[in-house]
């Protein structure tokens, strides 16, 4: 089933068949925590609210997404303890990262913006393409601090909205093992509070939607890939699947290919910190999506965020 919990649409006029040749104007309002993004069906665009002629039968639905807001335009956040970088190659593509601590507390990285850097080594080396917002001292702002902080607030109520108090109806497919799978579009819930993508790589159908959205819900922690140099798993979008309507609600932490490399896709957030790869490894690893943690740091280790 598809995530139908974000929004309704009312229909001006309202009745249950109208003449042909007849104007209907469909106005979708989106819930809490949500954003309306396209109609599909027998119409397509984002305009709201939207005009029908009815010359037919038509079959339109509204499309939500969860609105991310300010946390959007981070690649990666470190709630209030910051991010770390270890390796010469970590990259953040169309995107920033931030924190609502102290300066000091990022490292490893320079600002592609500014120029300003963060406690770089010649062996911790990360460009950052979209600004690093932290507050003092310098170079963190009192202005970042506060891009920042709304950059928190809306990652909360993002998770929030993703809950499984809010999306209800989420299925286990495998006993929380999501390795060697291929899922339709629908919500997922961990019943043990585990996903593990250990098994094998994880394939997200939209069998041709575009608009197709995933959610996976684990209550506790979520991990990708397994140990040794075969370990690194991929989640791969197909048929027009698209990294921006991928969602992980995690609990407590999230580890994604500990070994090195792998692609992992979608917003990953998790109350209890993000790590990608770890110390000594130089193979790349991937999240074409974003890393949010709400309290923890995020910690990365020759890395590459594309901010979708």
Do not use: H
């Given at each position: 089933m598809q995530p139908a919990e974000g929004g309704k649409v009312a229909k001006n006029i309202n009745q249950p068949t109208y003449n042909s040749g007849s104007a209907v104007l469909l106005t979708a309002t989106a819930n809490p925590g949500y954003v309306f993004d396209s109609w599909s069906g027998d119409a397509n665009g984002s305009s709201n609210p939207l005009s029908v002629l009815m010359t037919a039968n038509k079959n339109i639905t509204a499309n939500f997404t969860i609105q991310l807001g300010a946390a959007s335009l981070f690649g990666a956040f470190g709630g209030s303890a910051g991010i770390t970088n270890q390796g010469i190659n970590t990259q953040i593509n169309n995107g920033g990262i931030g924190t609502t601590a102290v300066a000091t507390l990022i490292t490893g990285f320079h600002d592609g913006l500014t120029n300003d850097v963060y406690t770089e080594?010649?062996?911790?080396?990360?460009?950052?393409?979209?600004?690093?917002?932290?507050?003092?001292?310098?170079?963190?702002?009192?202005?970042?601090?506060?891009?920042?902080?709304?950059?928190?607030?809306?990652?909360?109520?993002?998770?929030?909205?993703?809950?499984?108090?809010?999306?209800?109806?989420?299925?286990?497919?495998?006993?929380?093992?999501?390795?060697?799978?291929t899922l339709a579009p629908g919500i997922y819930r961990s019943a043990s509070g585990t996903f593990g993508i250990t098994a094998g790589n994880l394939t997200l159908d939209a069998q041709g939607d575009p608009n197709a959205r995933w959610v996976f819900q684990?209550?506790?922690?979520?991990?990708?890939?397994?140990?040794?140099?075969?370990?690194?798993?991929?989640?791969?979008?197909?048929?027009?699947?698209?990294?921006?309507h991928v969602f992980w609600y995690v609990g407590s932490a999230a580890t994604i290919n500990g070994a090195g490399g792998g692609?992992?896709?979608?917003?990953?957030?998790?109350?209890?910190?993000?790590?990608?790869?770890?110390?000594?490894?130089?193979?790349?690893?991937?999240?074409?999506?974003?890393?949010i943690s709400l309290l923890a740091a995020v910690t990365m280790v020759n890395t590459t965020i594309n901010n979708q």
């Open positions: 080594t010649p062996l911790n080396i990360g460009k950052v393409s979209g600004g690093i917002f932290a507050a003092p001292p310098f170079p963190g702002t009192a202005a970042n601090a506060l891009s920042a902080q709304q950059g928190l607030l809306d990652a909360t109520t993002a998770y929030n909205s993703l809950s499984p108090s809010v999306l209800i109806g989420g299925s286990d497919p495998n006993a929380g093992e999501l390795g060697g799978l684990c209550a506790t922690s979520l991990t990708v890939g397994i140990a040794g140099p075969a370990g690194a798993k991929s989640v791969v979008l197909i048929n027009g699947g698209l990294p921006k692609v992992m896709s979608g917003t990953i957030i998790a109350t209890s910190g993000i790590t990608f790869s770890t110390a000594g490894n130089t193979v790349q690893t991937v999240l074409n999506g974003r890393a």
